[in-house]
């Protein structure tokens, strides 16, 4: 599979939507991927504390904060609410 990327450069020709089709697929799947680490673990549901740093983590991104302020935020909020509850 990974060599596929090196044989087939320069013989495949995409056009520019096929490009954008194959880029958002890519992001839909890391999302995916993403969403299903929260909110499960192993076979079973997460903590609603681990849910909620990751959406703190979320809309701190959507700010366009700093990496180190995203992750220190995420882990300061889930780790008191661990504590609290």
């Known amino acids: 599979m990974r060599a596929s990327g090196a044989y087939f450069k320069g013989k495949v ?5 096929k490009k954008a089709l194959f880029s958002a697929a890519a992001i839909v799947i890391l999302f995916s991927v993403a969403m299903t680490s ?12 681990k849910i909620i740093g990751v959406l703190v ?3 701190l ?3 366009q904060k700093p990496f180190i302020i ?5 882990s300061v909020v889930t780790a008191l609410l661990r504590f609290i509850f």
């Not at 020709?13 to 939507?17: K, T």
């Not at 995203?70 to 995420?74: E, K, N, T, W």
Request: avoid cysteine; glycine fraction near 8%.
């Open 13 to 17: 020709v995409l056009s520019d939507s």
């Open 38 to 49: 929260t909110v499960f673990d192993g076979e079973y549901f997460s903590d609603p504390a």
């Open 57 to 59: 983590a979320g809309i």
């Open 61 to 63: 991104t959507w700010y």
């Open 70 to 74: 995203i992750v220190l935020s995420a």
